[in-house]
């Protein structure tokens, strides 16, 4: 695996990282991108009408909004404080909760669904406990979406190029020191093989998995990516505050018509007749993020 640092005031593990970038965010944006979101054929065939779903890190709250509004009934939890006061001044009717996802405030077998997206990279210590209690609040015929950074055949080749950011490891390890060439701590990036294991330890079955973002993996190319954009802006200037004001999604959540070339990039839609047949090949080589689909492994006697 690899073991990811940033020029960052605070680590990648910390809620005031999280808040720094999201108070930058653009909910609506995030919102809007849902309908095209590559892991919306996911989320529509796990989440059965009338099931419970928890989010575990959710974050600006775009997915909860999204699919309480599309009538799932969803729980947000989240360990930034802040961020969830503001997530309730724009959405009061969404179900919020503070707590950290390696401590889960559930009972045993609760939720139908869990999903938690680009969350439990971060701890630097590892991802098992979190993994544990993803499992614990699942109830037997549950299911876990969980990505995590892919450690694709793109990252394999930079990894050499990228020294000062990027150094492999065999296993979670919390650095003696804190920094590492001057970066702190932001996040791990997992072999499919890594993670399925970790997976395993924790009684979790992967049913299907697949690769996506596939964007975000060509930015780290630097000859693709000269303006040095980022999903994380190292140290970004912040903005005027907005006041926080209740916002009216109906027309956010809709579906709007796209293009072949959206629903390629975007979507990463890899149905389309001979041209999904690349989609699938770019989320192989250089997703950024690579998402798996778990059900509880039941004893049978």
């Known amino acids: 695996m690899l073991k990811m640092y940033h020029k960052q005031t605070h680590a990648g593990n910390t809620p005031d990282f ?3 970038n999201w108070e930058a965010g653009h909910f609506e944006e995030s919102l809007r991108f849902c309908a095209t979101d590559p892991l919306r054929p996911l989320f529509e065939k796990y989440s059965k009408e009338g099931s419970l779903m928890l989010e575990g890190g959710c974050g600006l709250g775009q997915y909860l909004a999204y699919y309480a509004a599309k009538g799932r009934r969803v729980v947000g939890l989240d360990f930034a404080q802040q961020a969830l006061k503001t997530l ?14 390696s401590n889960l405030p559930f009972a045993d077998e609760t939720f139908d669904l869990y999903y938690s997206g680009g969350v439990v990279e971060h701890f630097e210590g590892g991802a098992e406990k979190s993994l544990q209690e993803a499992a614990r609040v699942l109830k037997k015929d549950g ?3 969980i990505s995590v950074p892919y450690f694709s055949p793109l990252r394999r080749i930079l990894a050499a190029f990228k020294k000062d950011q990027w150094r492999k490891t065999e296993k979670p390890e919390i650095d003696a020191n804190e920094h590492f060439a001057g970066n702190k701590f932001f996040q791990y990036v997992y072999r499919p093989h890594e993670f399925e294991k970790m997976l395993a330890e924790a009684n979790l079955r992967v049913i299907e998995k697949r690769g996506y973002a596939v964007l975000w993996g060509l930015y780290e190319i630097p000859f693709l990516n000269r303006s040095g954009k980022s999903e ?3 140290n970004s200037k912040k903005t005027d505050k907005k006041e926080i004001a209740p916002v009216n999604i109906d027309e956010l959540v809709k579906d ?16 389309v007749p001979l041209l999904g047949l690349g989609v699938k090949l770019m989320r192989w080589a250089s997703g950024n993020m690579m998402m798996y689909v778990c059900q509880k492994n039941i004893e049978t006697k």
């Open 143 to 145: 299911v876990l979406l």
């Open 256 to 271: 709007q018509p796209g293009s072949l070339v959206k629903k390629l990039v975007v979507n990463e839609d890899e149905t």
């Open 88 to 101: 309730r001044k724009r959405q009061n009717e969404l179900d919020l909760c503070g707590g950290d996802v």
């Open 18 to 20: 999280w808040e720094e």
């Open 232 to 234: 994380f802006p190292v």
